[in-house]
């Protein structure tokens, strides 16, 4: 068997990966689904932007606490607990298309956010676990993103199709069914190791796990760096389909060609990764966020739709790459018992900064072009490339690939804590 597919041979692996792939086409089919049925319930755009804010934002703010009293919790038991949580969640929602209240939508999408994000912060840090010992760390992750990048590629086209065919009530079921199935399958798996972590308060344990971040400077000042990196990542968002239809004046159907050209470009990336998982990481993580920055000032230039798509291709490949590079070296740096906590608060920053991101961005597109938005995001992440990579480097971080004997137990040899 090939070595990057080796991790499939452990089957708790295989059941991580297919949860999490369900997770994704979960997360899309959801959102999809809500916001059709908001903005056709209401009408409102601010009722729609609500909608994503709590998806979004919220989970940011809900999702380490969660991990960190779920940690303490047998793996298999905090998983399955999890998905039949969102099965229940979305039937909730389901009930809710025909007998429809706003707040209640809302608060039942953001306690969604949070489960999702929970079960992916858990999900990579038991994975982890069985992975370490094995060095097959990247190759567990590059499987990882593959599932999720595929799923990002095909998961709004899918969603959209269910949508349309069958109604936004029934896709809400079809998600429920889903994540149930889910749910029943780790509750009967075997082989999931236990996250190791402090017999502590859960309060406690979320407090160690920001004093843990703090004490280490190359793990904190790489938090601090795709902090920053995540909110100039998400500047376009907002402004992508003004810039097709005004800008390009290449319509709806550019706007998904758009789409579709970054998502394909992902799935690049995560392919690309499995080929070139042996670079250092601080390699692997240059090169894919400069292609990102790269992208964007392509796109701000781009005289045509079809160049535009070019740099967006690239771009999404760069964004598969960076993400599974970013998590591997999270993991790497981070002790065992840390390894949920930490991942939570990346998960966390996926999702606060990309809300300062979005204001800046609208705000930019609405003061001088959706060109210039693009020019800012792609100056803004090469900036961060730059001042990150320097900062890394006088840390003392390499990238490479740690001896098997610091795997389990990155505090083995613990970085001073400096200002950052």
Known sequence: MPEVLRPLRLPGFRHLAAAHVVNELGNWLGEIALAILVFDQTGSPLATAALFLAMQFLPAFLG????ARLEAVRTRWSLSGIYAAEAAMFAGLA?????FVLAIVVALAAVDGALA?????????????MLFARRLLRE???????????????G?????????????????????ISFLAVAMVLATARGLPQIEFETSTWVERLRDGFRYVRGRLVLRRLLYAQGAAFLFFALVLPIEVVFVKE???????????????????MVVGSVLFVAVRRLSLRTLLAASTLAVGCAYLGTAAAPSLLVACLA?????????????????????????????????????????????GFVIGGAVAALLSPRASYAVAGLGVIAVLAIGAIALRRAGWSGERPLEAALPDADAQPVPAEPA
């Open 64 to 67: 380490p606490p969660l991990v």
């Open 95 to 99: 009930l809710l298309a025909s007998n």
């Open 117 to 129: 994000s929970a079960a992916r912060a858990l999900t990579r840090a038991s994975a982890g676990e």
């Open 140 to 154: 567990g992750n590059a499987l990882l993103n593959m599932g999720f990048t595929a799923s990002a590629a095909a």
């Open 156 to 176: 709004p086209a899918i969603a959209g199709l269910v949508v349309a065919g069958a109604g936004a009530q029934t896709a809400l079921l079809v998600d429920a």
């Open 247 to 265: 800008t390009l004046d290449a319509g709806d159907s550019g706007y998904g060609a758009l789409l579709a050209s970054w998502g394909s470009g």
């Open 312 to 356: 967006s291709v690239v771009g999404g490949a760069g964004n598969g790459v960076q993400w599974v590079a970013l998590v591997s070296a999270v993991q790497e740096l981070t002790s065992s018992r840390f390894q949920a906590r930490v991942i939570a608060m990346l998960e966390s920053l996926a999702s606060a900064m990309p809300g300062l």
